[in-house]
């Protein structure tokens, strides 16, 4: 709940170390985050690179081939520290791989815990709208997310979801008991934050409910891949969400000690 940002550490395991960056997901090239990452690339050795937050145009051939033309400044804008990071990767011959679940293990497991469909989705698209305040967007929120919604259905070959924009933004209303505020970065975070749970916030909704029961399978997803990378003796950088670097943490210690 209460720690640095950014929030780094670096542990050494038999043959191979991990390096965790976590910060806050930023796209503003001036962010002290991406001088950061510099530094670290220009000092620390690596074998491989890890990732959360890599956006999914990136993991197909066609934008694994665009990684090595992108300007530091266009992968900042772009994918903010995730695609910075791994553009530094690739600039160095350096394997990369994103560690969090795939779309459909991650909305399977959400909805195999007793959560409807239209809770995920509704989930799903309130947990883009802090993105879509953060790049200053010009399009109408409605617009902005239908692209993420094709991809949604193509991640879960959810046949039955037909919910539209207008659907799902009116289920968000109902739960949330309030109007959406559009352009506001703090309050539009709120609706998806896990920590409301714990802090017992009187607003909580399942909507934060569901980012803290994913956020169980995300940590474990990354923690295995990066101790996979480990166990071959591998120096990894593992840049992540700073929460997910605090609750990461002792598993990395528990592993190494």
Excluded at 53 to 70: I, N, T, V
Excluded at 235 to 253: I, T
């Amino acid at each position: 709940m209460e720690h640095e940002v950014p929030y780094t550490y670096q542990l050494a395991a038999t043959g191979g170390s991990v390096t965790v960056v976590g910060v806050n997901h930023v796209h503003e090239r001036e962010h002290p985050a991406f001088s950061l990452l510099d530094s670290i690339f220009a000092h620390v050795p690596f074998d491989s690179v890890c990732v959360e937050g890599m956006d999914s145009d990136f993991k197909e051939a066609l934008g694994r081939e665009l990684l090595p033309r992108l300007t530091l400044e266009a992968a900042a804008a772009r994918g903010g520290e995730a695609v910075y990071a791994v553009v530094h990767a690739v600039r160095r011959g350096i394997t990369w791989q994103p560690v969090e679940p795939a779309d459909d293990i991650l909305f399977s497991y959400v909805l195999s815990l007793g959560f409807s469909k239209l809770d995920v989705v509704t989930w799903y698209v309130l947990r883009l709208l802090p993105q879509y305040i953060a790049q200053g967007e010009s399009l109408s929120f409605d617009v902005y997310i239908e692209p993420f919604m094709d991809e949604f259905r193509q991640a879960t070959k959810w046949l039955d979801v037909t919910y539209d924009a207008a659907d799902i933004l009116r289920y968000a209303v109902s739960v949330l008991q309030r109007d959406l505020v559009l352009h506001n970065y703090e309050r539009a975070f709120s609706y998806t934050d896990p920590r409301a749970v714990t802090r017992h916030d009187n607003d909580f909704t399942i909507f934060n409910t569901i980012s803290a029961t994913a956020d169980v399978l995300r940590d474990r997803t990354m923690v295995t891949k990066v101790l996979t990378e480990l166990t071959e003796g591998k120096r990894v950088l593992l840049v992540c969400g700073v929460a997910h670097a605090v609750m990461q943490e002792p598993a990395y210690r528990a592993f190494i000690a």
